[in-house]
């Protein structure tokens, strides 16, 4: 089933596109409150006049596509096939805000290399083109999803689980529940499960203030990264609805809700386009554009605290399937270095909750580790991989 978005699909984008109205911006030129015009009208000209989606189309194409039913929930994904002679499969699940594409650069040498493995990346439902899904959508549904698609529609007995963002969740949610289905899991963040859990499941710190008496560059730290996260959690947990009007009906406020946090969340030293360049930035956005689907992807965040994530067994550790993690400098918590990180997460109440294996940092990278730092990621699955299983 090849990607193909209609002519008509297309050319409304770029009218629309056309006709934007832009606000004044007067002191921006920091970035201090969010994207900076200057920038954005720049790339919204790049997408009006010279991006070329059917080229980002041929590529995406250039893996298998298909689209199936599971359980009454429409599902698409990317596959790629292993070259070895016993690949593993292997499912990769994204997050927000990500789509499967976010994984192209893993996709073959996970495929070719040793071992191989069979590549499944499937659009998280609700984004992209895993579309319309569920009003009530969140991670621990989608890791049943998720099984019933690597189990019975593609007939796996066991198989390996990867993911960053929410998609590292549904990978735990995964080892929790269906941990003697799984060979391991890799996963970019090591959150408990109840993360979103609570009357204040938008706020990471719980409602509680910053404690007195921090050193100052762990304070810097702390409110660095209090503003990197805490607006889009706050807004799409307790009002995702009504900023999906303004987003579904213009691109222009799409790509800028998008685009800050490709920008805030990446490594990229103040320059975005050394890790996405503007054709990788807008193929992404027009795959959410393309399939209105910017609506229902922030929605899960509410559903994630909706729907609270609940056990399926008192045993512990939580997610009793071996776990990889790779952990990247740019969200190195306050007052801890990169050498410093394996450690400060063993002994944290999170690294309890895991069945740890294989722990790696690296000062390099960002959010979206499996495209900034892919070569690394690579390597610390199939790690994760040969650990768990013992191979050789």
Known sequence: MPIHVPDDVLTDLRQRLAMTRWPDDKGNDDSYYGVNLAYLRELVEYWRDTYDWRAAEA????????????????????????????????????????????????????????????????????????????????????????HTLMTKTLGHNRYMAGGCDVGAMVAGQLGHKYADELHAIHIGSGQKLTLFNGDRGWDLSGGNPIPAGLPADVHKRLLELEK?????????????????YGLTDSPVGMLAWLLQRWISWSDNGGDIETVFTKDDLLTNATIYWVTNSVGTSIRTYANNNRYPWTPSHDRWPVVEAPTGITFVGH????????????????????????????????????????????????????RTFRLATGAD
């Open 331 to 382: 969200e190195n918590p306050p007052g801890v270095t990169t050498s410093q990180r394996v450690q400060h997460f063993r002994d944290s109440d999170r690294g309890s909750w895991y069945n740890l294996i294989n722990l790696t940092a690296y000062d390099k990278g960002g959010h979206f580790i499996p495209w900034e730092i892919p070569d690394q990621w690579v390597d610390d699955l199939r």
């Open 228 to 244: 990197r996260f805490a607006v889009h959690l706050a807004v799409h947990v307790l009002d995702p609805s009504t900023l999906s």
């Open 59 to 146: 590529r995406i194409n250039t893996y298998e596509h298909h689209q199936v039913d599971v359980d009454g929930i429409p599902v698409h994904y990317m596959y790629r096939a292993g070259s070895g002679p016993n690949p593993i499969p292997l499912i990769l699940t994204h997050g927000w805000p990500w789509t499967f594409w976010h994984f192209a650069k893993v996709v073959d040498a996970l495929a070719d290399g040793d071992p191989s493995f069979d590549v499944i990346v499937p659009s998280f439902p609700g984004f992209g083109f895993s579309t319309p899904a569920p009003a009530d959508m969140n991670f621990w549904k989608v890791a049943d999803v998720w």
